[in-house]
């Protein structure tokens, strides 16, 4: 059992600032990469952040400049600092991770979290 728990969402004024964290748990052999996507009312998923287990990095357009996705490997855990918040990064953000549960598990699998909720006011 693979549980990921996201936190620090909220409401937040425009040019405001937000971090998430994610905490991975449970059975986990080893941690690929980690990152953040999100999804807007009416919207389908998107990437937001992804951060491999060497610790390269890709953004979205969107966000290039004003989020950062970092994480602590001794943790399992990834976080995203948000500054320069704008209302149309309002949206639950989500956590994934790709994964081996176990050492012989014939690939990784992705695993999400259950959400988290951002609100961006103009």
């Known amino acids: 059992q693979v549980q990921l728990v996201e936190s620090g969402g909220g409401l937040v004024q425009a040019g405001g600032s937000l971090r998430l964290s994610c905490a991975a748990s449970?059975?986990?052999?080893?941690?690929?990469?980690m990152g953040w996507y999100r999804q807007a009312p009416g919207k389908q998923r998107e990437l937001v952040a992804v951060i491999t287990g060497g610790g390269s990095t890709n953004y979205a357009d969107s966000v290039k400049g004003r989020f950062t996705i970092s994480r602590d490997n001794a943790k399992n855990t990834v976080y995203l600092q948000m500054n320069s918040l704008k209302p149309e990064d309002t949206a639950v953000y989500y956590c994934n991770a790709n994964l081996w549960r176990t050492l012989w598990e014939r690939r990784p699998n992705d695993y999400w979290g259950q959400g988290t909720q951002v609100t961006v006011s103009s």
């Open positions: 449970g059975s986990i052999f080893r941690i690929n990469a």
